[in-house]
């Protein structure tokens, strides 16, 4: 059952910074750090071996080290960099280019929807929605923590992470 819950922190997270990203377009630092609590509980469950470990962390702190930069560049959110990072560290090297596959998929799915969203009238009961009408302005930011978060719990099912967990 630990097993179980554990394994399920990932996904929880994400879709977690997700919809934070959407209604309020900030991720909370906890859930970059509860990626990354959850990764270093997962590791010493399985157990990782020492070259699996240096692969995970590699790949967030190359993953952090981009997205600061991108950040600095104006390219990419705080909260977006650091959630690349911790969801990264759950990936490694091994599925870091896939994730990074699957973002941009989610994100040029997300950019269109957002235009086609910005170029209509928003239906009345969305005219009351704080959120709604802040994702409608046409000089609004993308979200794109629902990017990250999407391409994350696409991956995951077929990740070692699950494959470990007794059914």
Same mark, same amino acid.
Request: a neutral charge; hydrophobic letters at 60%; proline letters at 5%.
């Given at each position: 059952? /630990?097993?179980?819950?554990? /394994?399920?922190?990932? $996904? #929880?997270?994400? #879709? =977690? ?10 991720? $909370? ?7 990354? @609590?959850? =990764?270093?509980?997962?590791?010493? #469950? ?9 692969? %995970?962390? +590699?790949? +967030?702190?190359?993953?952090?080290? @981009?997205? @600061?930069?991108?950040?600095? &560049? +104006?390219?990419?959110? +705080? ?13 490694? =090297? ?7 596959? &699957? ?32 994702? %409608? ?5 993308? $979200? ?12 995951? $099912? ?10």
């Amino acid at each position: 059952m /630990f097993e179980f819950l554990l /394994f399920l922190s990932f $996904p #929880a997270a994400l #879709a =977690f910074a997700g919809a934070m990203d959407l209604f309020t377009m900030t991720i $909370p630092n906890r859930i970059t750090i509860g990626l990354i @609590i959850g =990764f270093v509980v997962a590791a010493i #469950a399985v157990p990782l071996g020492w070259d699996a470990i240096a692969s %995970h962390v +590699g790949a +967030g702190l190359l993953m952090l080290v @981009i997205g @600061i930069g991108m950040f600095s &560049l +104006g390219l990419l959110g +705080g909260g977006d960099a650091k959630l690349l990072a911790g969801a990264a560290l759950w990936f490694g =090297f091994e599925g870091l280019m896939q994730y990074l596959l &699957l973002v941009a998929i989610a994100g040029g799915l997300l950019v269109i929807v957002l235009l086609l969203y910005r170029s209509i009238a928003p239906p009345l009961w969305l005219c009351r929605q704080e959120w709604a009408m802040r994702l %409608h302005q046409k000089a609004g930011g993308v $979200p794109y923590g629902i990017a990250l978060a999407a391409g994350g719990l696409w991956l995951y $099912p077929s990740t070692p992470w699950l494959a470990n967990l007794a059914v």
